[in-house]
Nanobody, 118 residues
Framework: QVQLVESGGGLVQPGGSLRLSCAASGSIGRTNVLGWYRQTPGKEREFVAQITNDGGANLAGSVKGRFTIDRHNAENTVYLQMNRLKSEDTAVYYC????????????WGQGTQVTVSS
């Protein structure tokens, strides 16, 4: 079992920034992929970003150039830095854990709300 706990969500004005954090604990594999997804009411959960334990990262096209993902392996923590936020970034953001690149996430955090509004 892997537990994921997110923090850092909140209300921000358009053009602002937020940094999300997710701490992983439990049976964490030597190789793993930590990531972020988001979901709005009535829509499916969508991929935002992911990063492997050796630093390989990829981001969704809708957030490239605005969001970055990084991780601190020693602390099993992943971060999502969100800049130049738009109203369409409003969603519940979920941290994810997958045991290998290319596989579907096996564990999810509880989610943290991000609201972009003036």
């Amino acid at each position: 079992q892997v537990q994921l706990v997110e923090s850092g969500g909140g209300l921000v004005q358009p053009g602002g920034s937020l940094r999300l954090s997710c701490a992983a604990s439990g049976s964490i594999g030597r190789t793993n992929v930590l990531g972020w997804y988001r979901q709005t009411p009535g829509k499916e959960r969508e991929f935002v970003a992911q990063i492997t334990n050796d630093g390989g990262a990829n981001l969704a096209g809708s957030v490239k150039g605005r969001f970055t993902i990084d991780r601190h392996n020693a602390e099993n923590t992943v971060y999502l830095q969100m800049n130049r936020l738009k109203s369409e970034d409003t969603a519940v953001y979920y941290c994810s854990y997958a045991s290998r690149f290319g596989s579907r996430p096996e564990y999810w955090g509880q989610g943290t709300q991000v609201t972009v509004s003036s």
